[in-house]
């Protein structure tokens, strides 16, 4: 299985490359997950892309087969970039298309922002340039530390998905994986959102921008990414209807369609 080493610590990363080997066009999309995800979320993306992209995933730091930091790990946003960077170069990627969910989302934005160079296009899904509350953190740390991971994750899954949104065995699946993550990777993680606010920066951003986000996030509200939409000109947004927070899971061929034509477009 490969692994890239990147700030102290292993990351897990797959390559699935069918594209035709007489193709002179070999772009790739690297994509990350967010906080209780799993690689697996982006399946069912795949068939609408590998015909011409390489497609990258990896399990990204605090989880599944990639470094479990202890937790006193100073994490960070630049840190989490790096490892998307490092994954990049492990795959051969000078130049790669990002793609990320959630906190995926965020690092990905401020990856691009921060190297313009090494990111031909953005698209981020449920994310945001403003980051998490303290609240939340203390929310999630409470209901954690009195009732364990499986109570967390069992609202979480309420967060990401109405009732009926998924078949038993994807939602059960989807549960499985997000009860695997650890306390601290979880608050740490989210912790290095409370105060992040990447407005500033946006006007740094250099390419093309697909954002893409569920009409019913009870995290990230749609006029948050309305505003991340006016701040980036150029940038297209697609809001979907009966979608909550796990919409690259939920809605995933919907949004691999869009993301294709985006792609596509942007060539």
């Not at 993306?45 to 590998?50: E, F, I, S, T």
């Not at 979907?240 to 919907?254: D, I, M, T, V």
Request: overall charge neutral; glycine content about 8%.
């Amino acid at each position: 299985m490969p692994y890239v080493e990147s700030a102290g610590g292993k990351l897990h990363y797959e390559i699935f490359d069918l594209v035709a080997p007489w193709e002179t066009r070999r772009e790739t999309i690297i994509f990350h997950h967010g906080i209780g995800a799993d690689p697996g979320v982006w399946t069912e993306w795949l068939p609408a892309l590998m015909d011409r992209y390489r497609v990258v995933r990896f399990d990204m730091r605090g989880y599944g087969r990639s470094h479990i930091p202890p937790a006193d790990f100073n994490w960070s946003l630049d840190l989490m970039c790096n490892d998307i960077l490092a994954v990049a170069d492990a795959a051969g990627a000078e130049r790669a298309h990002l793609v990320g969910e959630s906190i995926g989302g965020t690092i990905a934005l401020c990856c691009a922002i921060k190297n313009p160079a090494r990111v031909a296009t953005l698209t981020i899904s449920n994310g945001a340039h403003l980051g998490a509350s303290i609240l939340r953190v203390n929310e999630w740390r409470r209901q954690i530390d009195e009732q364990g991971i499986k109570a967390w994750s069992d609202q979480f899954m309420k967060d990401r998905f109405y009732e009926g949104a998924l078949e038993e065995p994807k939602r059960a699946w989807y549960a499985r994986r997000q009860e695997e993550w650890t306390r601290d990777s979880i608050l740490n993680t989210l912790a290095v959102l409370v105060g992040t606010d990447l407005r500033p920066r946006l006007p740094e951003l250099r390419c093309p921008v697909l954002l893409m986000h569920g009409d019913s996030s009870p995290f990230i509200p749609a006029g948050i990414l309305t505003d991340l939409h006016k701040c980036i000109p150029g940038s297209r947004l697609q809001i979907f209807a009966h979608a909550r927070h796990g919409l690259p899971f939920s809605h995933a061929k919907q949004c691999a369609r869009t993301l294709r034509e985006f792609l596509d477009s942007s060539a």
